[in-house]
């Protein structure tokens, strides 16, 4: 089978398409034969190595994250012994470590079902996107009626966590974007205002657009754009910092926080593993909502898979609205 890995850190250009056997299924996994991978933007700063930030510094031969949907070819020793027949066939979609690949093993515990008339890009945010833009927003104790700020909402899963504050009960959805076409796609999935933080008086504007103050902010970008959003908090207001794309890892003056306001972390992963049955049941509720109407995905780009450096490309670019995905 095809597959992309990298040998050395550096720009797309390092992603390396390569044979290698199709992997085998251990005990509680099931091989998966992909038909679509969407692409994560953390992977760009992975690729680039330790000079990304200390939490990036991963060992190599460096393997690619991705949301597989596919097909069940196979399963592990010990796999639904009493009736296989009935996982193998079955669409599904799971998080994998080593996604950019025609062939990956998942673990059976966090497979996720893919429902009957969900398309692919849909399918895709059932692993990660849709479940973390749904945990940063409980993480921030997001109630009815409350103002929400969501930076970086017009990417893969800021266009996620703009419809689900509103599913959520936001009163008001204030998005950030660079660009106008960002701008009118964030406008577009459900925000109330859209804002060009590119702009160096973007707090200004989301300070008119919130006169009383913003009650949860979802910061992926970190930096400056991190710092400058607390002081648009108001009274109780809570940011939850899920990401830092611009790799600015400063620091929190705890004194900026005397005003009534507090900041926490989100990691899916971290979630997952804290309280496994609400990650589960996340990803129920995702695919609920997707296939009731109440949130879409939107496709930037599908692109094949020996083309992966190009969807790296636009990554880092910042050219893209909503998920790219990888056809094998
Ligand atoms: N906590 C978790 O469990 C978890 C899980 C998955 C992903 N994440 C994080 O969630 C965030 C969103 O992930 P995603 O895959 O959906 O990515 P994405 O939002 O589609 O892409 C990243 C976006 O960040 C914005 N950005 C701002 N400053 C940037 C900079 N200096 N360099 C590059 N981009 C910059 C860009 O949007 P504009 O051009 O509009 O500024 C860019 O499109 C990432 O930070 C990722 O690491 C967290």
Same mark, same amino acid.
């Given at each position: 089978?095809?597959?992309?890995?990298?040998?050395?850190? @550096? &720009? %797309?250009?390092? /992603?390396?398409?390569?044979? #290698?056997?199709?992997?085998? !299924? +251990?005990p509680g996994q099931v091989l998966v034969r992909a038909s679509a991978i969407g692409a994560n933007f953390v992977d760009t700063l992975l690729r680039r190595g330790p000079s990304s930030g200390p939490i990036f510094d991963r060992p190599l031969p460096g393997r690619l994250t991705g949301d597989v949907v596919g097909t069940v070819e196979a399963v592990g020793p010990g796999v639904a012994v009493d009736q296989p027949?009935?996982?193998?066939?079955?669409?599904?979609?799971?998080l994998s470590e080593d996604a950019f690949a025609e062939y990956v093993v998942a673990d059976l515990d966090w497979l996720a079902e893919v429902p009957s008339g969900?398309?692919?890009?849909?399918?895709?945010?059932?692993?990660? @996107? &849709? %479940?973390?833009? /749904?945990?940063?927003?409980? #993480?921030?104790?997001?109630? !009815? +009626?409350?103002?929400?700020?969501?930076?970086?909402?017009?990417?893969?899963?800021?266009?996620?966590?703009?419809?689900?504050a509103k599913v959520l009960g936001a009163g008001r959805v204030i998005a950030t974007a660079a660009g106008a076409?960002?701008?009118?796609?964030?406008?577009?999935?459900?925000?109330?205002?859209?804002?060009?933080?590119?702009?160096?008086?973007?707090?200004?504007?989301?300070?008119?657009?919130a006169p009383d103050g913003v009650d949860v902010i979802l910061d992926s970008i970190g930096g400056q754009t991190l710092l400058r959003g607390l002081d648009l908090l108001a009274p109780l207001g809570r940011t939850v910092v899920y990401g830092v794309a611009s790799g600015d890892f400063r620091e929190i003056p705890v004194t900026s926080l005397f005003a009534l306001r507090s900041v926490v972390g989100f990691s899916l992963l971290a979630w997952r593993?804290?309280?496994?049955?609400?990650?589960?049941?996340?990803?129920?509720?995702?695919?609920?909502?997707?296939?009731?109407?109440?949130?879409r995905t939107t496709v930037h780009a599908c692109l094949p898979l020996d083309e992966a450096a190009s969807a790296h490309r636009m990554f880092e670019e910042r050219a893209h609205r909503g998920r790219i995905l990888l056809l094998p």
């Open positions: 089978m095809r597959r992309i890995r990298y040998y050395s850190y @550096g &720009g %797309p250009e390092v /992603l390396t398409v390569e044979q #290698a056997d199709i992997p085998v !299924p +251990g027949a009935s996982l193998v066939g079955r669409r599904v979609a799971t969900l398309d692919v890009g849909a399918a895709s945010t059932l692993p990660l @996107g &849709g %479940p973390t833009a /749904l945990g940063a927003l409980r #993480a921030g104790h997001l109630a !009815p +009626g409350e103002t929400v700020l969501v930076h970086a909402a017009a990417g893969g899963i800021g266009h996620l966590a703009v419809q689900l076409a960002k701008l009118d796609f964030a406008l577009d999935h459900g925000a109330d205002v859209a804002i060009d933080y590119s702009a160096d008086d973007w707090p200004d504007q989301v300070g008119k657009a593993a804290a309280d496994p049955e609400a990650g589960r049941r996340d990803v129920a509720e995702i695919a609920g909502h997707l296939a009731a109407g109440r949130l």
